[in-house]
């Protein structure tokens, strides 16, 4: 993502920078996440599109701490890279890059290209043509 509109998003908007986080990929697109101080289950649930639930199960835990290396969805084709402008509690911005599609901007913000269209209407009437430097509302709710 191009760090300089996210951060004149930022400025402008008021708004934070949602970072992903990344996982280490094993197999069966599983991975390992290692926790921070900054974490939270729900927060670590979203950014890798599963639930508190999941993530506890996985792991036999009630809750977490900082340095503890946790099992997480990790689908590591996808790379799920993009980050967002966080404007509310759960959306932020997005800048559509070349070469990107409704579908696998949806992916990584673990939605659908129907999802993504109808938060953005005004701008994305046909799912399959947007363009570059757009800015598009997206679900952004990992930080």
Not at 54 to 74: A, E, F, H, R, T
Request: aromatic share 10%; with cysteine.
């Amino acid at each position: 993502m191009r760090s300089d509109i996210l951060l004149v998003l930022a400025a402008t908007f008021g708004s934070t920078l949602g970072l992903r986080r990344a996982c280490k990929h094993t197999a069966a697109s599983e991975g390992w996440y290692y926790t921070t101080s900054s974490d939270s289950l729900d927060a670590i649930a979203a950014d890798f599109c599963t639930s508190p639930a999941v993530i506890k199960q996985w792991n036999n835990l009630q809750s977490i701490k900082p340095g503890m290396n946790l099992k997480v969805p990790c689908h590591y084709n996808a790379g799920r890279q993009r980050d967002c402008a966080k404007n509310s509690a759960t959306d932020g911005a997005y800048v559509i890059q070349s070469g990107d599609t409704l579908n696998s901007i949806a992916y990584d913000f673990c939605t659908t290209a129907d999802k993504l269209q109808q938060m953005n209407s005004a701008r994305i009437t046909n799912k399959d043509l947007i363009y570059p430097d757009w800015v598009i509302q997206v679900p952004c709710s990992w930080n």
